[in-house]
């Protein structure tokens, strides 16, 4: 139904000269293994802290998870260390994954706490999404839709296949930005908060129909982040 990586550091393809030099897509977080430092319980709150060696980046990434009986909440705080003697930017992405049956066509409603927002741009030799113009700018939710019609970008439709690709600023009055799915028919909710100034983009990614027929639709809700 979910599923969440880290793409530390670096979010997407890599580059011909990275491939060659064996950095993998969304960086290399997920690739290694993560290290159990801790395990404890203490009145009522459940930790577990992990480490992680990236070696082809030179850096250390730290993660703690918490939770506090009673609540459905999952406190996440993380740590990326520079092992080099020079600045570099550092390329983090947190990427949840979206399936069926969380995914539903027609029950299913995705929102964040979004202000201005832009269509992708795809490359010429590259097949564009179906469901969105590109390069548009556009308020959340209203995204310009494929033949000029607007495309409410909280729904998954029934019945309309094809993709579609947007980014969306996080509303620059908020000091906490956030992202909800919910599943009306099943009850399922899902949501993140976060600091609106260390994770200024939300990227959202929809695959519907006949490119994914046997699940029926996949959503990818990614909150990127890229820093000096």
């Given at each position: 139904m979910v599923g969440h990586f880290v793409c530390v550091d670096g979010f997407g393809s890599p580059s011909k000269q990275e491939a060659a030099a064996?950095?993998?897509m969304h960086g290399e977080a997920y690739l290694q293994p993560w290290n159990l430092v801790s395990s404890e319980k203490q009145a009522g709150v459940a930790t577990v802290k992990f480490a992680l060696d990236l070696p082809k980046f030179q850096k250390t990434f730290a993660r703690s998870?918490?939770?506090?009986?009673?609540?459905n909440v999952l406190y996440i705080d993380s740590e990326l260390t520079s092992e080099t003697?020079?600045?570099?930017?550092?390329?983090?992405?947190?990427?949840?994954?979206?399936?069926?049956?969380?995914?539903?066509r027609g029950n299913t409603v995705v929102d964040v706490s979004g202000a201005r927002s832009r269509t992708r741009t795809y490359p010429a030799n590259t097949r564009p999404g179906t469901l969105l113009q590109q390069s548009q700018d556009f308020t959340w939710p209203s995204a310009p839709g494929a033949g000029r019609a607007v495309f409410d970008m909280r729904e998954t439709p029934g019945g309309v296949n094809g993709t579609g690709r947007t980014a969306t600023l996080m509303d620059p009055a908020r000091a906490?930005?956030?992202?909800?799915?919910?599943?009306?028919?099943?009850?399922?909710?899902?949501?993140?908060?976060?600091?609106?100034?260390?994770?200024?983009?939300?990227?959202?990614?929809?695959?519907?129909?006949?490119?994914?027929?046997?699940?029926?639709?996949?959503?990818?809700?990614?909150?990127?982040?890229?820093?000096?």
């Amino acid at each position: 139904m979910v599923g969440h990586f880290v793409c530390v550091d670096g979010f997407g393809s890599p580059s011909k000269q990275e491939a060659a030099a064996g950095l993998a897509m969304h960086g290399e977080a997920y690739l290694q293994p993560w290290n159990l430092v801790s395990s404890e319980k203490q009145a009522g709150v459940a930790t577990v802290k992990f480490a992680l060696d990236l070696p082809k980046f030179q850096k250390t990434f730290a993660r703690s998870l918490q939770i506090v009986d009673g609540e459905n909440v999952l406190y996440i705080d993380s740590e990326l260390t520079s092992e080099t003697a020079f600045d570099r930017t550092a390329n983090w992405g947190e990427h949840p994954f979206l399936f069926p049956p969380f995914v539903e066509r027609g029950n299913t409603v995705v929102d964040v706490s979004g202000a201005r927002s832009r269509t992708r741009t795809y490359p010429a030799n590259t097949r564009p999404g179906t469901l969105l113009q590109q390069s548009q700018d556009f308020t959340w939710p209203s995204a310009p839709g494929a033949g000029r019609a607007v495309f409410d970008m909280r729904e998954t439709p029934g019945g309309v296949n094809g993709t579609g690709r947007t980014a969306t600023l996080m509303d620059p009055a908020r000091a906490l930005a956030w992202v909800t799915v919910l599943n009306k028919a099943r009850h399922y909710l899902l949501g993140y908060v976060f600091r609106r100034e260390e994770y200024l983009w939300v990227q959202n990614y929809m695959q519907y129909g006949r490119l994914d027929r046997a699940r029926g639709g996949i959503r990818h809700a990614t909150v990127r982040f890229a820093a000096p």
